[in-house]
């Protein structure tokens, strides 16, 4: 309770200082009222396009990401029917997702069903985004061109869209790490705490961005301030680490049950899957130096569409160039103090940095070290312009900095939408599988009974839970390679599944339908042709696999290709939904 209380006050307090904060906002003389409305004006203009591009994947629950096949499909089991309640690969797959994470959809899908619900949680994440702004906006320190600024350059980014859309856990990155950037910005210690403990509830590797940068920031100064306040602000960290531990806690002590220990760097360059053919596709190691260089660039990316089509043509010519002059021009002006230190973002620096060494060389017990350049760099390129350019001239009298703020939030938000575009991607900026696109099969699928389960050459089944709403054997989008115990399992039964489709015995068919509990086969036509060894391909060490599996055999010899009429329940395209039932009857092997 003591840890709690504090904290329930101060949110109060913050409510209850909310009125007070807004009025503050009103410009006091007419120079503020011109900026404040060219800066609004600006920004609203460049919302109603980006708004109008992203409509459908903001809004659409038939656009979904790719990785909803691996992360979201379990939650069907809180709909009616609680579809995939019962299925192991779903429930292997649940325990990778955090609990809060878990919570957000117990309370949406039950009212609107996941692919409405996934849309209601991306909402929210832009909302936490949006919430830094206004943190930004509602501050002295900063102002309303610093908060739109900032608003701005994490929505406008297609990187954050990316992860943000689709409501997946690694989705909280980006929004975690801007609320503590924006409370760092404007110094307010209520929002850097709130982005910790959101990032301890949601994803971990956020929350270690967020500590550290937390922790390299208390020590800023050094002793300068005093020993006392030192000492303070490292107390405040010390309780802030040991309740976002606690709330953690659930999540490392009740993780996955059976996945048994996370491959060691040793055991993963030994292992396939870790390699660039395989899953994961992260040994070896990306050469620091560039990675981390081409993420803090391509910050500056060219992307959408823009009001000029012929300036936007001749920066992608020169995208090289302008994306370092960028860089160093915000670089020069911190140097020369035209603009008040960007303490935080140089925090997030050293933060992202350290985690990127340390998740190396504990290899993978931090998780992948890319996520620590891909989201960190992203962060601090974001944030070095947001600090840079919306904390303009801090030694100028308030009534001139916030308009001149205010100006300059204007001239860059103007200029990014006319040389970069609008932050618009297309198609569907990656959103990748849509319901629409083989509508009748999901249709089908999902009129089928709630024990069904579908075995399919690993490349083809992803989607089936998820809009099917019925389980599949494995699918490339549920083999995760990190834990031992579980990469074993998944591996075994993928290879099995192999065994079945391209079996030339009728017997070894039935018995693995038996062994998993399949009910029916999804054949693809186009993987029995007579190059079918290498239309079995899919990734490493399972392309090996097949391939050592089909040698010598002929298309002939395989029971699956041209499967009994009567066994085939329905066709679509070039895929064959085989009963299994029906196989057994029709060969008479039981």
């Known amino acids: 309770m003591n840890l709690i209380e504090p904290v329930r006050q101060r949110l109060l307090a913050v409510w209850k200082s909310l009125p007070d904060r807004l009025r503050a906002l009103e410009p006091k003389n007419r120079l503020e009222w011109v900026s404040s409305a060219a800066v609004l004006w600006i920004f609203c203009s460049w919302f109603i396009s980006w708004y109008r591009g992203n409509h459908d994947v903001l809004w659409d629950p038939m656009l979904q990401p790719d990785d909803a096949r691996t992360a979201l499909f379990p939650f069907h089991r809180y709909d009616e029917g609680h579809p995939l309640a019962d299925d192991p690969i779903a429930l292997e797959m649940l325990e990778y997702q955090p609990y809060a994470h878990r919570l ?12 409405a619900a996934t849309k209601i949680v991306q909402a929210l994440l832009f909302l936490v985004i949006a919430l830094g702004g206004i943190v930004l906006a509602t501050s002295r320190r900063a102002g309303l061109g610093a908060g739109l600024l900032f608003t701005f350059l994490f929505i406008h980014d297609i990187s954050v869209q990316e992860r943000v859309l689709g409501g997946l856990p690694r989705g909280f990155g980006f929004p975690v790490t801007a609320l503590w950037l924006a409370g760092a910005l404007s110094r307010r210690t209520w929002a850097r705490y709130a982005a910790a403990v959101i990032a301890a509830l949601t994803y971990p590797t956020g929350l270690a961005m967020v500590l550290g940068a937390e922790g390299v920031y208390a020590v800023r100064g050094f002793a300068r301030p005093g020993w006392a306040t030192l000492l303070r602000r490292l107390r405040r960290f010390g309780i802030l680490v040991f309740a976002c531990i606690a709330l953690l806690s659930p999540a490392i002590l009740f993780g996955m049950s059976d996945g048994g220990p996370i491959h060691t760097l040793e055991q993963a360059r030994e292992e396939p899957a870790f390699g660039k053919t395989g899953r994961l596709r992260v040994l070896p190691f990306d050469e620091p130096s560039k990675a ?30 302008i994306e370092v002059s960028i860089v160093a021009l915000l670089v020069l002006l911190a140097f020369l103090r035209f603009t008040a230190p960007p303490t935080p973002v140089v925090a997030f620096l050293i933060s992202s940095l350290v985690l990127y060494a340390l998740s190396r060389g504990f290899a993978f017990k931090l998780y992948s070290p890319e996520r620590y350049y891909s989201i960190g760099m992203r962060v601090v390129g974001l944030g070095l312009a947001a600090g840079t350019l919306g904390f303009l001239a801090p030694k100028l009298p308030l009534g001139v900095r916030q308009p001149l703020r205010a100006f300059a939030a204007a001239a860059t938000i103007g200029l990014t939408w006319l040389a970069l ?20 099969l999901w249709d089908h699928i999902r009129t089928m009974p709630l024990d069904t389960r579908i075995a399919t050459h690993l490349l083809d089944g992803d989607s089936i839970p998820l809009f099917g709403e019925r389980a599949n054997n494995g699918g490339f989008e549920t083999l995760q390679p990190w834990l031992t115990k579980s990469w074993a399992r998944q591996k075994a039964r993928a290879e099995d599944t192999f065994r079945a489709l391209y079996a030339t015995r009728r017997e070894d068919v039935i018995a693995f339908a038996k062994k998993y509990r399949v009910t029916h086969f999804m054949l693809n036509e186009s993987r029995y042709r007579e190059d079918f060894v290498n239309r079995s391909r899919s990734i490493e060490p399972l392309t090996t696999f097949t391939r050592t599996l089909l040698s010598g055999r002929q298309r002939e010899e395989l029971v699956l290709a041209n499967p009994p009429p009567e066994a085939i329940v329905f066709r679509y395209s070039n895929k064959r939904i085989v009963s299994v039932a029906a196989l057994e009857q029709a060969w008479n092997v039981h």
């Open 104 to 115: 957000l959809f117990r309370l949406t899908v039950p009212f609107v069903g996941l692919l």
């Open 292 to 321: 981390f260089g081409e993420a803090l660039l391509e910050t500056w990316k060219p992307l959408g569409t823009s009001p000029m089509p012929s300036l936007k043509a001749d920066v992608e010519a020169h995208k090289a160039e």
């Open 421 to 440: 575009g609008n932050g618009v991607r297309e198609p569907h900026m990656g959103f990748d599988i849509d319901y629409r696109r083989d509508e009748k």
